[in-house]
């Protein structure tokens, strides 16, 4: 592929270009090391046996699964059950998410009732407030309702979220009357036309909306940090920080439990690297 | 205001079975689920927390509860010397270094690296994916790796010494901790800036460059006298939210000096609430620290958007 690009860059008007384009790859191979090695070496000091890992070699001479089969067999570091608490609750509160945000956005959106543009703005309002205001009330709500150590404590709070609700609104606003009004012609009630027309009409949004929502809560640090105290039920982000002050020179396994919680979103972005960089530059400039 | 489509539907439905018209609940039906959560953890804390914010609140004595009114933020503004306040007001100062050490680079650097992606080139988005892929990783993933490559024997030490240079505490004492952890969120969410300024660039006419061209205006003319001044807003804006970012500052610092914070003075003021509030279960004043940097932050905001915002017009 590099090989056609040059020869179509050398059959433009000048050598010059020819030049430029060079020194072009060769700056965005320099800061794209900057970006690449430290995963690099994550992977690599992952894959080493522990006398390797205070070596400055690139290359594991032999490599090894032991730091992975060490972290799953260890009792006192259950990274299996961190992963899969981490996948629980990021697959419900997306979930949940959607379901939520998509309902009220609906409303927000389609609907006439009183007290609308009161609550909406409401909800604008919080937008810029800045989160660690609510971080020690709902700390001392969730304490209150005994949920302290659960899955719920983790997920509820994040539920209150308005950016969902923004997001959806918008589209459901952009989607042509005119779909609906012929469901309800057809006799459909306002809840058939929104399963059926409306979510339908919406699925790009909402994968949208799930797949940075999935992001979000699978990386989530400061809350479940501070919610989830038990070993067994911490998710994957807070388990590793955890570990780290246990494992201070064995980074041989501190690295395999980063490579457990890096590679399924690296995974994800791999995929659908494309779709998450538009929809964050979209957002991003809106929210 | 005209009837919304659903309202006529369901009052159709409502002669239909003979039944006269009356309040329609579905709307509220729709938003009722976020509401209770949106009601619970956003609107009902942000009162709850200026009301225990005006008490010396510990969640574990419920008995000894008493009111102070404002204590908490006088001792937070006028008790500086004590030992718990003056806690707090290292950290304020360790979370302004980390504003000058990160906020910088993050803006300015994002928007050379827009700049160079700003191209229409083979592998362009190849090398925007590879910028931008760190920001998918967890604060955890990106501190726990980086405190490995500035670790005593790891591979930042070990090619520094090579280089003749003498062997550095990299996380044990300044400015290098603060370098290592600005390099760390650097790599991690520099990506998400990159985004945001090529997304604006794209939108800038190519015809506005191709005049400036015919005029004689080199690159560096181009860009100081095209991109700049049709980016301000987005400039605003993406310096706007890397401050309120950095101010966040949490994990990196957390992960990377660990129980050291403190003494090497990399505590983020984040780190004090938590400590205050959660480990000391001194809510009270946490609450009141919460708001603290609350007020200060909208106050940054607002004064960024009016004074960068508006002096186009000047």
Redesign the interface.
């Known amino acids: 592929m590099t090989t056609t690009s040059i020869e179509r860059v050398s059959s433009g008007p000048a050598g010059i270009k020819l030049v430029a384009r060079i020194a072009l790859y060769l700056v965005l191979g320099l800061i794209g090391l900057f970006f690449l090695m430290p995963l690099l070496w994550m992977f690599s000091t992952a894959f080493k046996p522990f006398v390797e890992t205070l070596q400055p070699t690139w290359i594991p001479q032999e490599p090894t699964l032991e730091n992975f089969t060490n972290i799953f067999n260890d009792t006192s570091i259950p990274v299996l059950r961190w992963f899969l608490n981490s996948l629980g609750v990021a697959v419900a509160f997306t979930m949940l998410v959607v379901l939520l945000d998509s309902l009220a956005a609906y409303a927000y959106a389609r609907m006439v009732f009183p007290g609308r543009d009161l609550l909406f703005g409401l909800l604008l309002a919080t937008l810029v407030m800045p989160g660690i205001m609510f971080v020690v009330p709902n700390y001392i709500t969730i304490a209150r309702i005994g949920w302290l150590n659960t899955y719920q404590g983790v997920i509820a709070p994040g539920l209150s979220g308005v950016f969902g609700v923004f997001f959806l609104r918008q589209f459901f606003q952009s989607i042509p009357r005119e779909l609906e009004e012929a469901a309800y012609i057809d006799g459909a009630t306002v809840w058939t036309t929104f399963f059926r027309v409306s979510l339908p009409l919406a699925r790009g949004a909402i994968a949208t909306l799930a797949i940075i929502t999935f992001l979000t809560s699978w990386n989530d640090f400061l809350w479940p940090l501070l919610i989830l105290n038990d070993r067994n039920l911490q998710t994957l982000p807070v388990g590793l920080a955890t570990i780290q002050g246990q494992y201070t020179f064995d980074y041989g396994k501190l690295m395999a439990g980063a490579v457990v919680t890096a590679a399924p979103v690296l995974i994800l972005y791999i995929f659908l690297q494309r779709f998450i960089i538009q929809n964050v530059a979209m957002t991003g400039l809106k929210g | 205001?005209?009837?919304?489509?659903?309202?006529?539907?369901?009052s159709?439905?409502a002669t239909n079975t003979g039944l006269r018209r009356r309040f329609?609940w579905?709307?509220?039906l729709?938003?009722l689920?976020?509401?209770i959560?949106?009601?619970?953890?956003?609107?009902?804390?942000?009162f709850?927390?200026i009301y225990?914010s005006l008490f010396d609140f510990d969640?574990l004595r419920p008995e000894y509860r008493p009111f102070v009114g404002l204590k908490n933020y006088a001792n937070l503004l006028f008790n500086r010397d004590s030992i718990q306040f003056s806690d707090f007001w290292h950290a304020v100062g360790n979370t302004g270094w980390f504003l000058i050490y990160s906020v910088p680079p993050l803006v300015i650097l994002a928007l050379l690296?827009a700049v160079?992606?700003n191209?229409k080139?083979?592998?362009r988005?190849l090398?925007?994916?590879?910028?931008?892929?760190?920001y998918?990783?967890?604060?955890?993933?990106a501190?726990?790796?980086?405190?490995?490559?500035f670790?005593q024997?790891?591979?930042i030490d070990?090619?520094w010494q090579r280089l003749g240079l003498q062997s550095v505490s990299w996380l044990g004492t300044q400015p290098w901790a603060w370098i290592a952890i600005t390099l760390c969120t650097i790599?991690w969410t520099i990506?998400?800036n990159t985004?945001?300024f090529?997304?604006?660039l794209q939108d800038i006419p190519d015809s506005l460059y191709e005049a400036a061209a015919i005029d004689g205006a080199g690159t560096f003319q181009q860009f100081s006298y095209i991109t700049i001044p049709l980016l301000r807003p987005?400039l605003v804006?993406v310096s706007t939210i890397t401050l309120?970012a950095s101010a966040?500052l949490?994990?990196q610092s957390?992960?990377m000096t660990?129980?050291q914070s403190r003494v090497i003075g990399t505590e983020s003021i984040?780190q004090r609430?938590?400590d205050e509030?959660?480990a000391q279960n001194r809510?009270g004043s946490?609450?009141a620290m919460?708001?603290f940097?609350?007020a200060v932050?909208?106050i940054l905001?607002t004064l960024n958007f009016r004074v960068f915002g508006r002096s186009e017009q000047q």
């Open positions: 205001m005209a009837t919304s489509q659903p309202a006529r539907a369901q159709a439905v329609n579905t709307p509220y729709f938003i689920p976020h509401l959560f949106f009601s619970a953890f956003l609107a009902y804390p942000f709850y927390g225990i969640f690296l160079l992606l191209g080139y083979p592998a988005n090398f925007r994916g590879l910028y931008f892929a760190p998918a990783l967890s604060v955890t993933v501190a726990v790796l980086w405190r490995w490559l670790e024997g790891g591979l070990t090619y790599w990506g998400f985004v945001i090529l997304a604006a987005v804006f309120i966040n949490f994990g957390y992960i660990g129980t984040i609430i938590y509030g959660i809510m946490a609450a919460s708001i940097l609350a932050l909208l905001t």
